[in-house]
């Protein structure tokens, strides 16, 4: 019996080792072939180690996927790839990939990505007033701006979160893919999360985890006790459920909706358009509202934002009872109402300096106000404004949503409180300024 067992493994041990090199051996040594040309020449000039190290250690190199699969771009890329510059002495290589060249191979992730707000995210990014302002090194040249908006340019960057050239989904899965973009002054998803309790029981029980597991396989035997299975949610858990390459959340950046049942809410939400230049005095829409509609930077029915709404509250779901996940997120749509009313009335303040001839209006700012130029605002006043809205309002309701009480209240909630003291002086003071220098006229 023994002797029997002891045989039949020595017997399929080298039986595997003979199997897998007929399996895999020609599929590796195929991908070398297919690069052989290019790997021969970089290799003899000492040039992109990195690239051909991390390649052979990708699931692409088991699979027999070469350079040129990926480097020669197929016809269907976008013209700025086919025009692109590249440094290599094969002139059909570009520097530059684009996903047309994936979804030969992997359709259903391009077709998901560009149904998601990532694809749009240089299209937003160029839509913005302020974007002309800006020197090109921080757009074009994707040191600032378009260091994080790269994500939608040329139809999209898929090594965002799996990098080159090992394009692992290990990778993908963990948290810390996101956190080079979502982090900072406008939107620190990274902080708040990892903040949170479901950011605590990452870093405490993470690293048991098993993230080779498909997003889709986490829960699937929901009773099923298994410590290597995440118990707390990451950002994918909560923003790519299944895998889903789709992003897109029911809110979004600004957390405006047009669709408002709320009359009380739909006028503090005018106020607010307002001042980003996208309503007029009258309430309708301006030339703006295209800008708004291209990057669907503002949700313009119910359904898509219910639609959202409801994926969140299944993820959610998969945890905590359907009624306490519901609460928590009805209660973050409250904090969002809470801190508009502070919003208005500062954005009203300001306008009524425009209105009364206080300060003076540029020629070329839609209405009084312009928040969609960012810090391009020549006054204090607008200044302190700005920074109301992106960074504080931001924090406030994204702290919510978020589970980080902190930045809810501290970095968002009491800042915007202490904006609005502020704002208010000012104008005060702007307005007894302008009295007396007309007294002095007279
Ligand atoms: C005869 C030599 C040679 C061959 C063949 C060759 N390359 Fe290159 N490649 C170079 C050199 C030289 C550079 C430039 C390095 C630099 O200046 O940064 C380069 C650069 C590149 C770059 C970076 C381009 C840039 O602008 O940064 C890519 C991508 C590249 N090669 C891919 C390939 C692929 C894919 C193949 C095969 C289809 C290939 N190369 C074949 C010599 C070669
Ligand atoms: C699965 C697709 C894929 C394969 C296969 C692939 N690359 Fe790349 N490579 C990329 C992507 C994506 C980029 C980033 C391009 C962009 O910014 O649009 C890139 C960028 C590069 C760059 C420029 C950036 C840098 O860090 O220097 C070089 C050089 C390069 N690849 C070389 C290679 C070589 C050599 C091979 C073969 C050993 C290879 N690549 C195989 C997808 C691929
Ligand atoms: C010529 C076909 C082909 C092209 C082109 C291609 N891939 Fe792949 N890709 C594959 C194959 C085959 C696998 C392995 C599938 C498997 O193991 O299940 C794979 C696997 C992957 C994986 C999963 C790796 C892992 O760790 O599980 C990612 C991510 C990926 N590809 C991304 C990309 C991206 C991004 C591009 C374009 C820049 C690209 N691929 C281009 C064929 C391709
Ligand atoms: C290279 C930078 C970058 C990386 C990495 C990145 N994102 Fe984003 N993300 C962006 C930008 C820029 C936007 C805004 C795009 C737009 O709406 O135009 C965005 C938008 C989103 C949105 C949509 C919010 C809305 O408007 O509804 C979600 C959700 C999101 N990202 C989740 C993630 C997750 C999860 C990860 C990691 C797995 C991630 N992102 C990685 C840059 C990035
Ligand atoms: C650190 C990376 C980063 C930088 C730098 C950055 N952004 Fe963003 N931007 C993002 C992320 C991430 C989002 C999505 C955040 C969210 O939904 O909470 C975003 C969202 C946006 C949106 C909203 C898109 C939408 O449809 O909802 C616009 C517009 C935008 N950014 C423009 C800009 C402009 C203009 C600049 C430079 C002045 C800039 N961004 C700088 C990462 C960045
Ligand atoms: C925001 C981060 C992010 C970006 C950007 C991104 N991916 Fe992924 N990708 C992931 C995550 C997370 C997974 C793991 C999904 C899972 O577990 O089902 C993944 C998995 C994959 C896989 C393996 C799928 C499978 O079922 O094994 C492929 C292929 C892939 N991505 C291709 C792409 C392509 C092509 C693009 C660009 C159009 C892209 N990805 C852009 C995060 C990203
Ligand atoms: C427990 C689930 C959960 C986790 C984990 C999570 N988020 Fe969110 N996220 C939400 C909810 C809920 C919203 C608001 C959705 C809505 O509009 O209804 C949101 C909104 C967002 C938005 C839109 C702007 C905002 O903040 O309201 C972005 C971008 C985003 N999350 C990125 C991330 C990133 C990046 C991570 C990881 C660092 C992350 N999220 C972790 C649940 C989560
Ligand atoms: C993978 C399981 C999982 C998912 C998905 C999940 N949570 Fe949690 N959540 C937990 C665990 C575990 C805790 C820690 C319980 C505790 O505080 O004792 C927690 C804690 C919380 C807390 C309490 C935070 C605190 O400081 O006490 C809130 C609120 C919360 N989750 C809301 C949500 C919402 C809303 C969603 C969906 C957007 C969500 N969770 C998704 C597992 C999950």
Request: proline share 5%; hydrophobic share 35%.
């Amino acid at each position: 019996m023994r002797t029997a067992f002891k045989l039949s493994t020595l017997l399929i041990f080298p039986a595997l080792v003979v199997i897998s090199l007929v399996i895999f051996y020609p599929r590796a040594s195929k991908a070398i072939n297919n690069s052989e040309e290019c790997l021969n020449c970089h290799v003899s000039k000492g040039i992109t180690a990195s690239a051909i190290r991390d390649w052979k250690l990708s699931k692409h190199f088991e699979a027999g996927v070469a350079c040129a699969d990926c480097h020669i771009p197929v016809k269907e890329a976008v013209k700025e790839i086919h025009e692109s510059k590249s440094n290599c002495e094969d002139k059909r290589v570009r520097r530059l990939v684009s996903p047309r060249n994936c979804a030969q191979c992997h359709e259903d992730k391009v077709n998901e990505f560009e149904r998601g707000k990532h694809a749009l995210a240089w299209v937003a990014m160029m839509a913005m007033p302020t974007t002309k302002d800006q020197p090109s090194v921080l757009i074009e040249g994707e040191k600032g701006c378009g260091g994080c908006h790269r994500i939608g340019r040329d139809e999209g960057k898929c090594d965002a979160c799996h990098t080159r050239h090992r394009f692992s989904t290990i990778e993908a899965r963990k948290p810390e893919a996101c956190m080079t973009c979502h982090m900072g002054f406008d939107h620190p998803q990274w902080e708040m999360w990892s903040t949170s309790k479901h950011g605590t029981i990452y870093f405490t029980e993470g690293k048991n985890w098993d993230f080779s597991k498909p997003l889709k396989d986490w829960y699937k035997e929901p009773y099923k006790a298994d410590p290597s299975t995440p118990r707390a949610p990451v950002c994918q858990t909560c923003h790519m459920p299944n895998g889903d390459h789709g992003v897109k959340t029911a809110w979004g950046f600004l957390a405006l909706r047009v669709a408002e049942k709320d009359p009380e809410w739909a006028k503090l939400r005018n106020t607010i358009m307002r001042g980003l230049g996208v309503l007029d005095e009258k309430g309708n829409f301006t030339e703006r509202v295209k800008i708004v509609e291209a990057g669907k930077v503002v949700r313009l029915t119910a359904e898509e934002w219910q639609a959202e709404r409801d994926r969140m509250l299944k993820v959610c779901s998969q945890c905590h009872s359907p009624s306490y996940a519901k609460e928590q997120l009805d209660k973050a749509d409250e904090v969002i109402k809470e801190s508009d009313k502070l919003m208005a009335e500062a954005i009203e303040i300001v306008e009524s300096l425009y209105k009364d001839g206080i300060i003076e209006r540029p020629k070329d700012y839609p209405l009084h106000t312009d928040l969609l130029r960012f810090y391009e605002v020549r006054h204090p006043i607008e200044q302190k404004l700005y920074v109301m809205f992106l960074e504080h309002r931001m924090r406030s309701f994204q702290g919510a949503f978020h589970m980080n009480p902190d930045y809810q209240h501290w970095y968002g909630w009491a800042e915007m409180k202490r904006d609005l003291a502020e704002i208010k002086h000012e104008a005060e003071m702007l307005r007894k300024q302008f009295a007396q220098a007309k007294q002095k006229k007279k």
